[in-house]
């Protein structure tokens, strides 16, 4: 959950929707994602709307605290149904993001997924997610959760090194996330994914392959691997500036994602989206599809996103004034935007074209189609995909999808 919130138009205190915003509403699922605003510690390289326990002391502090945020989110749920009105949805998807949302009680997190339960019902095969730090889990509080609806979790494993991980500022021990796989599969979780990052300063090619041959071996079904990005204003980005470690370059970033593909793909994994492998169909996070394919989803806590309708709103960021507005009984939108039809236009080429199934060329413009035709003479768009109206990335594409991407929606 991004730290900065963009600008837009004020959000009404009830936080009514345009009309337009649930017309076909029955014809899209609909999504929750809870977000959890607390950590133990900050990562260095971390961008993300999230607090220790000190940057939450003072003003707000007491608001702010994880002891009642269950049932602020739980107001926030109460809110979306009375927005929401009659729609007859029932949710399709749950994501509980952070921060560390296993720093709250295990019976906390099933109390949100039991409010969204209660305010809207669950799609018979909803797919329930967790983010999980490897170290904040123990096989009594997954047996918790698996009990209380969750049936998909993910764990932040980051690298396999010792080294890299104390660059990044993370505080599990190497193992501790295979190990977790291992205690989620005893506590019948159906889905587990290991989260990776590559590109660490200081990470050498055996670091990497060390890491792929940890997650392949500790058996889950899917592995999100993504380029260490440094973002301005953190810990990692001032220790670069200062010269104290160096900063990997594109090329770096080009091998180990070639790494990851060949070794993920020979241990059976079939990548889907640029970032993200699973091994079967079931397997994927149906949640992130909703966001890649433009659906519906509603975003509960401070600094989440929302889009319903092409009505896309976010909330206030601090805990303490998030709390607050709900504690008023105003919504703690923060602000609003309506997508236009060229809005919507751009977002689809933008996220479906990461997809494996592509982004139809009839979203296309002539710009774009002609830029098409030169990626697909530079091998950079699949001939096949493309012959029956699809643009599908290549593995050389995938390499470099920002910059494809940027043409194609000219």
């Not at 601090?318 to 923060?334: D, F, I, K, M, W």
Request: hydrophobic fraction near 40%; aromatic fraction near 8%.
């Amino acid at each position: 959950m991004p730290s900065v919130l963009p600008d837009g138009e004020p959000m009404p205190e009830d936080g009514a929707l345009p009309a337009h915003a649930l017309e076909g509403a029955g014809e899209r699922p609909l999504g929750f994602y809870l977000h959890v605003p607390y950590c133990a510690t900050r990562c260095g390289y971390c961008d993300f709307n999230t607090y220790t326990a000190s940057e939450l002391r003072g003003a707000g502090g007491v608001l702010a605290s994880r002891d009642n945020y269950a049932g602020q989110v739980t107001e926030e749920i109460r809110l979306a149904r009375k927005v929401l009105g009659d729609d007859p949805r029932p949710v399709r998807t749950v994501f509980v993001g952070g921060g560390t949302p296993t720093l709250l009680d295990a019976g906390d997190l099933v109390a949100m997924l039991g409010a969204i339960r209660d305010e809207f019902g669950l799609a018979d095969d909803a797919e329930v997610t967790t983010e999980a730090n490897p170290e904040s889990v123990d096989p009594a509080y997954l047996a918790t959760l698996r009990e209380g609806g969750f049936n998909r979790i993910s764990f932040g494993m980051q690298s396999a090194r010792q080294h890299v991980l104390k660059i990044l500022d993370r505080t599990h021990t190497p193992g501790r996330p295979e190990a977790c796989v291992a205690e989620a599969r005893a506590a019948g979780f159906e889905h587990v994914n290991l989260d990776l990052i590559y590109g660490t300063p200081g990470e050498s090619d055996d670091d990497w392959q060390a890491s792929l041959d940890a997650v392949i071996g500790a058996g889950p079904d899917h592995v999100s691997a993504y380029a260490l990005i440094v973002e301005e204003g953190t810990q990692l980005a001032r220790r670069i500036r200062r010269g104290e470690i160096p900063m990997t370059d594109d090329d770096v970033h080009a091998d180990r994602y070639l790494m990851a593909e060949e070794v993920l793909s020979g241990a059976g994994f079939a990548w889907y989206e640029v970032s993200n492998w699973a091994t079967s169909e079931a397997g994927r996070c149906l949640h992130n599809e909703l966001y890649w394919r433009g659906a519906d989803w509603w975003g509960a806590g401070p600094g989440a996103h929302s889009h319903v309708g092409g009505v896309r709103w976010w909330n206030v960021k601090h805990p303490g004034a998030y709390a607050a507005a709900l504690g008023e009984g105003r919504s703690p939108g923060a602000g609003r935007e309506v997508l236009s039809a060229e809005d919507r236009r751009v977002e689809r080429v933008l996220l479906e074209l990461r997809l494996r199934e592509g982004c139809p060329l009839e979203l296309l413009k002539p710009a774009g189609l002609a830029a098409a035709e030169r990626a697909l003479a530079d091998g950079l768009l699949d001939d096949g995909p493309y012959a029956e109206g699809r643009a599908v990335l290549t593995l050389r594409g995938r390499l470099l999808a920002d910059a494809v991407v940027r043409d194609l929606v000219d």
